[in-house]
């Protein structure tokens, strides 16, 4: 298994700023997604985390908002630009080790970060 | 589209009672489904996954699942809830082709003494 910590945990922020959320794998994993859970919502997949290159977005997602950087395979951010009260969500990174998901390994998540934007 | 309905939101259920929470995806091509709890304040953990095989699965903490291709259907299910079965509960899905989980929208299990 893969364990993953993210800093930080939670923060409380003001509209117009940017907070930049950090995920640390304790292995190496191929696979790295963030994750948005709006309150009351299910989880949406904002990106893949590419190592090397620029992340994967989903549609209505961009790169503008939401940038991320992946410097090595255990660790990823993922920045919130420019924040709104409707950013207030938490934010998770999953990974999933080698063999991807095509092998049915298991995608495991972190504990999140809560976002609150005044 | 793909998509995941888990069609009840809450599931109020006694200690010690049965429970089943219930899950319908959207298509009936090949898939791999799974089985995701959030306890408060934590992050996801994997319940149970079903690949191929055997219909029905057993997971961690007594929990069971048994997939429906007909019915595309993924229903939880456990025979005595214990309280610290509270959390909410994630049904999700992996259409072959796609690397991508879909995640139903959760259902919170809510055990009274």
């Known amino acids: 298994s893969a364990v993953i910590s993210q800093k930080p945990s939670r923060d409380i922020c003001q509209r117009g700023t940017s907070l930049t959320i950090q995920c640390q794998v304790d292995?190496?994993?191929?696979?790295m997604f963030w994750y948005r859970q709006q309150p009351g919502q299910s989880l949406t997949l904002i990106a893949t985390a590419n190592q090397g290159s620029e992340a994967t977005y989903e549609s209505g997602f961009v790169i503008d908002k939401f940038p991320i950087s992946r410097p090595n395979l255990t660790f990823s951010t993922l920045t919130v630009s420019n924040m709104s009260p409707e950013d207030s969500s938490i934010y998770l990174c999953s990974v999933v080790s080698a063999g991807g998901l095509r092998k049915h390994n298991e995608q495991f998540f972190g504990p999140g970060t809560r976002l609150t934007v005044l | 589209a793909q998509s995941v309905t888990q069609l009840d939101s809450q599931v109020p259920v006694f200690e010690e009672a049965p429970v089943e929470l219930r899950c319908n995806y959207s298509s009936s091509v090949s898939v791999y489904l799974f089985w995701y709890v959030q306890y408060p304040n934590q992050g996801l953990q994997l319940l149970l996954k079903y690949l191929s095989g055997s219909t029905l699965v057993k997971g961690i903490n007594g929990f069971e699942a048994e997939f429906n291709k007909s019915q595309t259907s993924f229903h939880l299910r456990k025979p005595s809830v214990h309280i610290s079965d509270t959390a909410e509960y994630f049904c999700a899905v992996i259409y072959l082709g796609f690397q991508k989980l879909v995640f139903g929208t959760g259902t919170r299990l809510l055990v009274s003494p």
């Open positions: 292995s190496q994993v191929t696979m």
